[in-house]
C-alpha cells in the first residue's frame, strides 16, 4: 500500500486525503485543515516557488484559532510593545521575533517575501541561523498583531523577542571571531609575500640588508596586531590553565606563538638570521579557524535548546472588579483570579475556585490520559485544561511553580552528571608535557655545545613541532560530524555526545511517544454481534460524538474516513464519556458502565462502548501505535552487540507485550521515575554506559542521570533542553546511523592526531639536529594542518545510507 | 627597487584601510548571518510561470 503524503508537511495521511489545495492547477493531498490553509495562503501570495526552493518539508501547521487572533491582539497594546519595538520616526516601529518552524532557506525567502509584500510593511529581514526578525512597519496602515497572524497564515509561530543575556553575548562572541580572524587572515597574508621576497633573497643571496631589514620590519609591523590581537584568547586560555595547574592545548601553542614572535623581534633588531613572522600569522590564523569552527557549532546547538513554544502560555483571562480581560502571563501575580478555557493551558500553579474539569498534565508527569480534577484542588502551571472552563486562584507564578522546580533539580542533576573524558585533552596533555621537556633537554644540550645557537634551535623546535595540527584534529572531526548528524535530524547540544555514544552499550528506551506516536489510535471496531448497522455508520456516529471533546481518546476519532455527521446537545461526562444526538437518537460513548451497564468488554485491552438506550452497539479498541521503524531499528542495535532495554512507567502487562513485538528480551513496566534512576545508577555500578532515550518531563531526572541522554524532538521543551542530543527528525532509523557516524568520527580523530604525532615525531630530530629552515617549518606546518582539515571534512559528506523512509501500515500490539 | 620604500608602506595602509571597512562591515551585522544569504541568490524573483503538470497527486520521494 502507498502512503499519500501531504504536500505541505510531507506526514502520512492516512486513508484516502479529505483535504486538498490547489497547487499550479494539481489538486495536491493535504493532511489537515491546517496545512491546507498554509499551502492556499502561499499560493494566494504569489510564492509557489517556495515549494520548488525548499530542502525540507514544512512543519505540520495548525490552524488560527479565534483564541490566537485574541492573543495577537494583546501584543499592539503599547505597555506590553516596549519590550521588544523600538520606535524609528513618528509612526514607523520595529520589533524583534522569534520565529518558529523555519526548516530551510526557503522559509527565509517565504517570510521575507510575504512580510515584504503587506501593505505598510517597510522592511522585513529573517536571520537564518538565529531564527530571529526584525520587522518594520508603519502604524498608519497596519498593525502588529496582523503582522504576527501573517506569520501564522503560512505556518509558523511566532513570539516577540528581546535578545536576552545570553543571545546578545553569542552576538558579541562571534562578531569578535570573525574580526580576530580577520585580521589573522590579511596579516597572514601580507607576511606571506613578504616572507616570499626574503626567501628568495636568501636563497639567490644576493639581497643588501637594508632591503632584508626594511621588509623584516614590516613584517614586523604586520604580525604585531595578528600576535596581541589575533591570538589574545590563546594566550588567556594559557594563563588559566597554568593557574588551575592542567596543561591544555593553549600552553604550547602560545609559547611557539609568544617565541617565534619575541626572537623574530630579537633578529629583526640585531640583524639576526632568521626572522618566524609568517609562521606566527599563519599558526594563527590556522587555530582560529579551528576555534571558531567550534564557536559555531557550540552556539547552534545551544540555539537549538531553547525552543519557543514555552511550557507556559502567553496569555490569560484574568478577572477585573467583574469582566475578563486577557492579560499576558507575565503580569499575573498572587491571588490573581484566572479563567482557564476548554483546550488552554494552565498559566500558573493555582487552586480550582469554581467548576470542575479533567487535566493534561502529561508534560508533567508523562501520563497522557487526563486526570479529574474539583472545586478546592490544586492545578499545575503548564497542564492543559481539556473539558470545562474552570476559574482558579493563583497560589504560584512563574519562578515559584511546581514546573520552574522541575527546571532546578535538573540544573542539579546536570552538576553531578558522569563525566566523559574527552581524547583531545589527554592527548593534549601529554603531548604538552612531552615537547616542554624536549625542548628543554634540546636547550640544555646545545647550550653545552653551541651556547650561541641554543635558543634558535629551541625556538625552531617550538615552532616545527606545530601544535598547530593537533589542536585543530578533534575540533575539525568534531563540527563536520556535528554537521553531518544535523543534517540527520540529530542535534546535540553537548559537546561530549560524540565521543561518548562509542563507549554506550546498553540503550534503555521510553516506550511512549519514543518507541510509539504517542497518540491514541483506533486499533480495533468490533460491532456487537446482533448490531444492524454497518461498521461505516457506527464509526461515523463515534467520529461525529467525538468531534466535541478536547480529550485525546477524541484524537483517535479524527481521521474516520466515510460520511460526515453532525451531533447535537452534546454533553461530556467528565472521566466517563460523551452523550448527545445524532440524527435525532440519543448515544453514549465512553466507558462501558457508562454507555451501557449491561456487558464487559472482549479483554482487559482499552476499549470504548458506543450504546443507544442502553444498548450496546460497538466497541472501539483505542491504543498507542509502534513507529513503523522501531523494530527494525532495535535489531540493528542489537545486531551491534548493545543490550536493549525497555523501561515504562505503563501497565506491566502493555510493557511486555511491547518488549515481545519488537524482539525486546529486558523489560520493565510500571517504573516511576525514581525506579527508572535506581535503575540506571544500578546499571552504570554494573560497569555500564548507558544511553537514555524518552521524551517526557518525567523522565528528565532520568535523562539527566543517564551517560547520555537523546529527547525525542516531539519532547517537552524541558526534556529537550535536558537532554545531550534531540532527534528533531524523531526517526529511530537515525539511532544506528548516529552510532556509525560516531565511529567514523573517532577513526578519523585518531587519524588525525596519528599523522599529526607522526609529523611531529619525523621533525623533531631534524630541528633539534638544526637542519630545519624556518621556511620550512613554515610549509610543513601547513601542510600538515591543511591535510588534518580535509580529512575531517570527509565526515560531513553523507556518504552513509541516511535512514531510509519506511513506508508501511503502522503495526500494532499482536498480543498473542 | 627604491620604489619600494613608498609602495610597501603604501600597501600596508591600503590593508589598514580594507581592515577598518571589515569591521564596520562587522559591527554593523553583515556577518551575523552566515548562512541564509548564501542561499537567497538562488531564489529568483520572477513571478511563477504557469504551468499544468500532469494531474494526479505527486508523491514526493524521498
Given at each position: 500500500m502507498t502512503e499519500t503524503q501531504c504536500y505541505h508537511c510531507q506526514l502520512p495521511v492516512k486513508g484516502t486525503p479529505l483535504f486538498y489545495a490547489e497547487v499550479e492547477g494539481t489538486q495536491q493531498p493535504m493532511c489537515c485543515p491546517g496545512c491546507k490553509a498554509v499551502t492556499e495562503a502561499i499560493i494566494a501570495g504569489g510564492l509557489t516557488r517556495y515549494y520548488q526552493h525548499r530542502t525540507d518539508s514544512?512543519?505540520?501547521?495548525?490552524?488560527?484559532?479565534?483564541?490566537?487572533?485574541?492573543?495577537?491582539?494583546?501584543?499592539?497594546?503599547?505597555?506590553?510593545?516596549?519590550?521588544?519595538?523600538?520606535?524609528?520616526?513618528?509612526?514607523?516601529?520595529?520589533?524583534?521575533?522569534?520565529?518558529?518552524?523555519?526548516?530551510?532557506?526557503?522559509?527565509?525567502?517565504?517570510?521575507?517575501?510575504?512580510?515584504?509584500?503587506?501593505?505598510?510593511?517597510?522592511?522585513?529581514?529573517?536571520?537564518?541561523?538565529?531564527?530571529?526578525?526584525?520587522?518594520?512597519?508603519?502604524t498608519g496602515q497596519i498593525k502588529l498583531s496582523t503582522i504576527m497572524l501573517e506569520i501564522t497564515r503560512i505556518g509558523y509561530k511566532t513570539l516577540p523577542w528581546h535578545a536576552d543575556q545570553q543571545e546578545s553575548l553569542f552576538q558579541e562572541e562571534n562578531r569578535r571571531f570573525i574580526r580576530r580572524l580577520a585580521v589573522a587572515g590579511i596579516g597572514a597574508m601580507q607576511v606571506m609575500m613578504y616572507a616570499i621576497a626574503l626567501y628568495s633573497g636568501a636563497i639567490s643571496n644576493d639581497m643588501s640588508e637594508s632591503y632584508r631589514d626594511f621588509i623584516r620590519t614590516i613584517s614586523m609591523i604586520v604580525a604585531t596586531p595578528v600576535v596581541f590581537y589575533s591570538a589574545w584568547p590563546f594566550f588567556k586560555g594559557a594563563l588559566r590553565d597554568i593557574r588551575i595547574r592542567h596543561p591544555?592545548?593553549?600552553?604550547?601553542?602560545?609559547?611557539?606563538?609568544?617565541?617565534?614572535?619575541?626572537?623574530?623581534?630579537?633578529?629583526?633588531?640585531?640583524?639576526?638570521?632568521?626572522?618566524?613572522?609568517?609562521?606566527?600569522?599563519?599558526?594563527?590564523?590556522?587555530?582560529?579557524?579551528?576555534?571558531?569552527?567550534?564557536?559555531?557549532?557550540?552556539?547552534?546547538?545551544?540555539?537549538?535548546?531553547?525552543?519557543?513554544?514555552?511550557?507556559?502560555?502567553?496569555?490569560?483571562?484574568?478577572?477585573?472588579?467583574?469582566?475578563?480581560?486577557?492579560?499576558?502571563?507575565?503580569?499575573?501575580?498572587?491571588?490573581?483570579?484566572?479563567?482557564?478555557?476548554?483546550?488552554?493551558?494552565?498559566?500558573?500553579?493555582?487552586i480550582i475556585i469554581s467548576g470542575n474539569s479533567t487535566v493534561d498534565e502529561?508534560?508533567?508527569?508523562?501520563?497522557?490520559?487526563?486526570?479529574?480534577?474539583?472545586?478546592?484542588?490544586?492545578?499545575?502551571?503548564?497542564?492543559?485544561?481539556?473539558?470545562?472552563?474552570?476559574?482558579?486562584?493563583?497560589?504560584?507564578?512563574?519562578?515559584?511553580?511546581?514546573?520552574?522546580?522541575?527546571?532546578?533539580?535538573?540544573?542539579?542533576?546536570?552538576?553531578?552528571?558522569?563525566?566523559?573524558?574527552?581524547?583531545?585533552?589527554?592527548?593534549?596533555?601529554?603531548?604538552?608535557?612531552?615537547?616542554?621537556?624536549?625542548?628543554?633537554?634540546?636547550?640544555?644540550?646545545?647550550?653545552?655545545?653551541?651556547?650561541?645557537?641554543?635558543?634558535?634551535?629551541?625556538?625552531?623546535?617550538?615552532?616545527?613541532?606545530?601544535?598547530?595540527?593537533?589542536?585543530?584534529?578533534?575540533?575539525?572531526?568534531?563540527?563536520?560530524?556535528?554537521?553531518?548528524?544535523?543534517?540527520?535530524?540529530?542535534?546535540?547540544?553537548r559537546s561530549h555526545v560524540l565521543e561518548g555514544l562509542n563507549q554506550v552499550n546498553h540503550i534503555i528506551f521510553d516506550k511512549t511517544g519514543t518507541l510509539t506516536r504517542g497518540k491514541l489510535n483506533l486499533a480495533e471496531t468490533r460491532p456487537v454481534p446482533g448490531c444492524k448497522d454497518s461498521t461505516e455508520a457506527l464509526l461515523a456516529i463515534a467520529s461525529a460524538l467525538e468531534a466535541h471533546s478536547e480529550h485525546p481518546i477524541a484524537k483517535a476519532f479524527d481521521n474516520v474516513p466515510g460520511a460526515r455527521l453532525q451531533a447535537h446537545n452534546v454533553k461530556s461526562h467528565i472521566g466517563q464519556g460523551i452523550e448527545g444526538l445524532v440524527n435525532n437518537r440519543l448515544y453514549r460513548i465512553g466507558k462501558p458502565d457508562f454507555a451501557s451497564g449491561q456487558c464487559s468488554p472482549p479483554d482487559n485491552r482499552q476499549w470504548l462502548l458506543l450504546a443507544s438506550d442502553n444498548t450496546p452497539l460497538c466497541w472501539f479498541r483505542i491504543s498507542d501505535s509502534l513507529k513503523p521503524e522501531a523494530k527494525e531499528t532495535i535489531r540493528q542495535l542489537m545486531a551491534t552487540g548493545k543490550k536493549v532495554t525497555l523501561l515504562s512507567g505503563d501497565r506491566s502487562t502493555v510493557v511486555a507485550s511491547t518488549a515481545k513485538t519488537l524482539g525486546i528480551n529486558h523489560w520493565q513496566g510500571e517504573a516511576s521515575p525514581d525506579d527508572k534512576l535506581a535503575f540506571i545508577r544500578h546499571c552504570q555500578q554494573q560497569g555500564d554506559r548507558v544511553l537514555m532515550i524518552g521524551d517526557g518531563i518525567n523522565d528528565i531526572p532520568v535523562l539527566a542521570g543517564a551517560d547520555i541522554s537523546l529527547a525525542m524532538g516531539n519532547a517537552s521543551d524541558l526534556a529537550r533542553t535536558s537532554a545531550d542530543a534531540i532527534l528533531i527528525s524523531q526517526n529511530l532509523q537515525q539511532l544506528p546511523d548516529a552510532f556509525r557516524l560516531t565511529q567514523q568520527t573517532l577513526r578519523v580523530i585518531h587519524q588525525n592526531l596519528t599523522w599529526a604525532l607522526a609529523y611531529n615525531l619525523t621533525a623533531l630530530p631534524l630541528a633539534a639536529s638544526g637542519m630545519i629552515a624556518p621556511w620550512m617549518a613554515a610549509l610543513g606546518m601547513t601542510l600538515s594542518s591543511l591535510i588534518v582539515v580535509a580529512n575531517a571534512l570527509r565526515l560531513d559528506r553523507p556518504r552513509l545510507k541516511a535512514g531510509s523512509k519506511q513506508q508501511s501500515t503502522p503495526l500494532d500490539y499482536q498480543e498473542t | 627597487m627604491e620604489s619600494l620604500f613608498i609602495l610597501i608602506p603604501l600597501a600596508l595602509i591600503l590593508v589598514a584601510i580594507a581592515i577598518r571597512v571589515f569591521f564596520w562591515a562587522v559591527d554593523n551585522g553583515q556577518f551575523d548571518d552566515l548562512e541564509g544569504p548564501a542561499h537567497s541568490i538562488l531564489f529568483d524573483d520572477d513571478p511563477a510561470v504557469e504551468k499544468t503538470l500532469p494531474t494526479g497527486t505527486k508523491v514526493k520521494d524521498d
Open positions: 514544512g512543519k505540520q501547521a495548525t490552524a488560527i484559532s479565534e483564541r490566537l487572533r485574541e492573543e495577537l491582539l494583546i501584543y499592539d497594546q503599547p505597555g506590553i510593545q516596549q519590550d521588544f519595538v523600538q520606535q524609528i520616526n513618528n509612526h514607523s516601529f520595529q520589533a524583534n521575533l522569534l520565529i518558529d518552524g523555519i526548516t530551510c532557506a526557503a522559509c527565509i525567502w517565504l517570510l521575507e517575501k510575504h512580510l515584504g509584500s503587506l501593505p505598510g510593511v517597510t522592511a522585513a529581514h529573517v536571520n537564518l541561523s538565529t531564527h530571529e526578525a526584525q520587522v518594520t512597519w508603519d591544555g592545548m593553549d600552553v604550547p601553542v602560545s609559547l611557539a606563538i609568544g617565541g617565534a614572535y619575541l626572537a623574530s623581534l630579537w633578529a629583526t633588531y640585531t640583524g639576526g638570521n632568521e626572522v618566524y613572522f609568517d609562521s606566527v600569522c599563519m599558526f594563527t590564523f590556522f587555530l582560529l579557524t579551528g576555534r571558531y569552527l567550534e564557536l559555531k557549532a557550540r552556539h547552534s546547538t545551544s540555539r537549538a535548546a531553547r525552543t519557543l513554544t514555552h511550557w507556559l502560555p502567553t496569555s490569560c483571562l484574568k478577572k477585573n472588579q467583574d469582566s475578563w480581560q486577557r492579560v499576558p502571563v507575565n503580569h499575573l501575580t498572587n491571588n490573581d483570579i484566572a479563567r482557564i478555557l476548554p483546550g488552554d493551558s494552565i498559566p500558573a500553579d493555582g502529561s508534560m508533567l508527569t508523562g501520563e497522557f490520559m487526563p486526570v479529574t480534577r474539583q472545586k478546592g484542588q490544586t492545578v499545575l502551571g503548564g497542564s492543559m485544561n481539556i473539558d470545562n472552563a474552570i476559574d482558579i486562584r493563583i497560589t504560584h507564578t512563574g519562578n515559584q511553580t511546581r514546573i520552574a522546580g522541575i527546571v532546578k533539580l535538573l540544573r542539579r542533576a546536570q552538576q553531578e552528571k558522569p563525566a566523559i573524558a574527552h581524547i583531545a585533552d589527554r592527548v593534549s596533555g601529554w603531548f604538552v608535557s612531552a615537547v616542554l621537556l624536549i625542548s628543554t633537554v634540546v636547550y640544555s644540550f646545545w647550550f653545552h655545545y653551541a651556547p650561541g645557537d641554543a635558543f634558535w634551535i629551541t625556538l625552531s623546535v617550538l615552532v616545527v613541532t606545530c601544535p598547530c595540527a593537533l589542536s585543530l584534529a578533534t575540533p575539525t572531526a568534531l563540527t563536520a560530524a556535528t554537521g553531518h548528524l544535523h543534517k540527520l535530524g540529530f542535534m546535540i547540544t | -
